[in-house]
C-alpha cells in the first residue's frame, strides 16, 4: 500500500524559512515523479513543484518561483520542500502526490502538513 | 487564479444523476492535455477519481464517469449517494504555464 507522510509544518512569522518532508513508502519511489500541491483554508488546489525520478528536473508555480525548492532524497525515500521568504499567501495544507506515469497527474496524496505563516 | 472553471456546487437526491463541467481552454484542454477528476471528502486528501478524461482507477465504482471534448469536459456521477458529498477539481497540464492546473472546485451535496 502506497503511503505518503508529510511532516515539517508548522507557524512561521513572515519571511521565514521552513522545510516539508515526506516520507514515502509501499512503492519504488525512485521510480517516480513526486509533488508538492497546497489548499489555503477554504480554498481550492494549487500544483506548487514537481521533481523527476532523479531529481535533476524541477518546475515551480509562479507564484513560488525563486523562493521555493523542490528536493528528494531517493536513499530515504523522502520528497523535501525548502520554502524561503514565505508570505500569508502561503499559509496552506501542504500535500505530497506521486505522479502517475503516462499521464499529467497524481494518482496518490498524502494526508497533508499545515503551514501557518502569521506574526 | 485557477485557470479550469467549474460551477460552484450541484446537488441532487439521492439517486439521481448530477454533472459536473469544467472549461478550459486552448493552451490545457483544448491542446490535447487529458482531463483528470479528484475527489475530496469533507475532512480528507484528494484522490484520484478519475484519469485519461474517462478511466477509472482500481477500486472507483462505474457511477462515476468522465468525458472530455473541444475545451471542456465533464463528471457524471450516477445513482448519487450520501457519501458521495465532498468537493470535486478537475486537472489538466497547462503549456503556457508549464505546470499542473486544477479547476475551482464543485461542492456536491444529496438532498
Known amino acids: 500500500e502506497v503511503q505518503l507522510l508529510e511532516s515539517g509544518g508548522g507557524l512561521v512569522q513572515p519571511g521565514g524559512s521552513l522545510r516539508l518532508s515526506c516520507a514515502a513508502s509501499?512503492?519504488?519511489?525512485?521510480?517516480?515523479?513526486m509533488n508538492w500541491v497546497r489548499q489555503a483554508p477554504g480554498k481550492g488546489l494549487e500544483w506548487v513543484s514537481d521533481?523527476?525520478?532523479?531529481?535533476?528536473?524541477?518546475h515551480y508555480a509562479d507564484s513560488v518561483k525563486g523562493r521555493f525548492t523542490i528536493s528528494r532524497d531517493n536513499s530515504k525515500n523522502t520528497l523535501y520542500l525548502q520554502m524561503y521568504s514565505l508570505r500569508a499567501e502561503d499559509t496552506a495544507v501542504y500535500y505530497c502526490?506521486?505522479?502517475?506515469?503516462?499521464?499529467?497527474?497524481?494518482?496518490?496524496w498524502g494526508q497533508g502538513t499545515l503551514v501557518t505563516v502569521s506574526s | 487564479q485557477s485557470v479550469l472553471t467549474q460551477p460552484p456546487s450541484v446537488s441532487g437526491a439521492p439517486g439521481q444523476r448530477v454533472t459536473i463541467s469544467c472549461t478550459g481552454s486552448?493552451?490545457?484542454?483544448?491542446?490535447?492535455?487529458?482531463v483528470h477528476w479528484h475527489q475530496q471528502l469533507p475532512g480528507t486528501a484528494p484522490k484520484l477519481l478519475i484519469f485519461?478524461?474517462?478511466n477509472r482507477p482500481s477500486g472507483v465504482p462505474d457511477r462515476f464517469s468522465g468525458s472530455k471534448s473541444g475545451t471542456s469536459a465533464s463528471l457524471a456521477i450516477s445513482g448519487l449517494q450520501a457519501d458521495d458529498e465532498g468537493d470535486y477539481y478537475c486537472q489538466s497540464y497547462d503549456s503556457s504555464l508549464n505546470g499542473y492546473v486544477f479547476g475551482t472546485g464543485t461542492k456536491v451535496t444529496v438532498l
Open positions: 486552448s493552451s490545457n484542454i483544448g491542446s490535447g492535455f487529458d
Open positions: 502526490a506521486k505522479k502517475l506515469t503516462g499521464y499529467y497527474t497524481f494518482d496518490d
Open positions: 521533481i523527476s525520478v532523479g531529481g535533476g528536473g524541477t
Open positions: 509501499g512503492f519504488s519511489f525512485s521510480s517516480y515523479a
Open positions: 485519461g478524461n474517462s
